[in-house]
């Protein structure tokens, strides 16, 4: 959508830009937007931050599509820009590629994961989906089972990015075009257990995690237990919960009893 001589901003074939690329000495996630209701207000998102002791900027032209948004920078140093309309790109019809619908979740490595899920959710209004153990959480801001994703760890960096694709066929067809690319899997297809997506692992030229999936939870009535049918949920009515600490990553699929995979994952 948009190049210059050390950027390139990529958007679906939907018509939404889903990541920007930037010249760098290393590949780390720089920045991170979200977009809320349209026609919300900026300025009490500003009010409701600076509350919160979160410094703000407001910024125009972040990108072709977002002419307005709000800037802060989040608990772990990452810059979060927030923004309310948007101007869609045209439809391609065009059928090279994975074609994913968008970009789904991003999620991190930090120290104090509580903090970060604290900081998301009190402060930002994202709501938790799910725990495993007390080291890692999954939070939403839609329907999706997970915007964003918060591990433990020591060394704190962006632990994988992904993006959904239609369907199942779609998923097989993602890795036929990896391997006809000459990129490996490091992990799946598998089906996991918390969010319940079918999910497919590769890697960048710039050894950044990324994942292609579809299927994932829809939490339509947190309350009721009504999440989209799935006859693979372990339970029913299926809600939030605090899974076992040894949860297993996946149902089936490469390394499905989540063993083994720590030291190339």
């Keep these: 959508m948009d190049r210059t001589k050390d950027t390139a901003l990529f958007a679906t074939r939907l018509g939404q830009e889903a990541i920007a690329l930037e010249r760098g000495a290393e590949s780390s996630l720089k920045r991170l937007s979200f977009q809320v209701a349209p026609g919300s207000d900026l300025g009490e998102l500003a009010a409701n931050l600076q509350g919160h002791g979160v410094a703000t900027e407001r910024r125009q032209d972040i990108s072709p599509g977002v002419r307005d948004a709000l800037s802060f920078i989040d608990p772990k140093g990452t810059l979060v820009e927030v923004f309310a309309e948007y101007e869609f790109h045209d439809f391609d019809s065009s059928d090279a590629g994975i074609s994913p619908l968008k970009f789904g979740h991003v999620a991190y490595r930090v120290e104090d994961v509580q903090k970060l899920t604290d900081f998301y959710s009190d402060v930002l209004g994202f709501r938790v989906s799910d725990w495993v153990g007390d080291h890692f959480s999954f939070m939403r801001c839609g329907m999706d089972h997970h915007t964003v994703n918060f591990v433990r760890s020591d060394a704190p960096m962006l632990h994988h990015i992904a993006f959904e694709v239609k369907d199942w066929a779609a998923l097989q067809r993602s890795c036929e075009v ?25 890697r960048s030229g710039d050894n950044v995690r990324v994942e292609m999936f579809c299927e994932m939870d ?23 919960k605090r899974w076992p600490k040894d949860t297993w990553r996946s149902q089936w699929g490469f390394g499905s009893n989540g063993q083994g995979f720590e030291g190339h994952f």
């Design 218 to 240: 829809q939490m339509r009535d947190e309350a009721l237990g009504y999440w989209d049918p799935r006859p693979w949920h372990e339970e029913v009515p299926l809600r939030p």
């Design 178 to 202: 990896l391997t006809r690319n000459r990129i490996p899997l490091v992990w799946g297809p598998l089906r996991h257990i918390v969010g319940h997506n079918i999910a497919a692992y590769h």
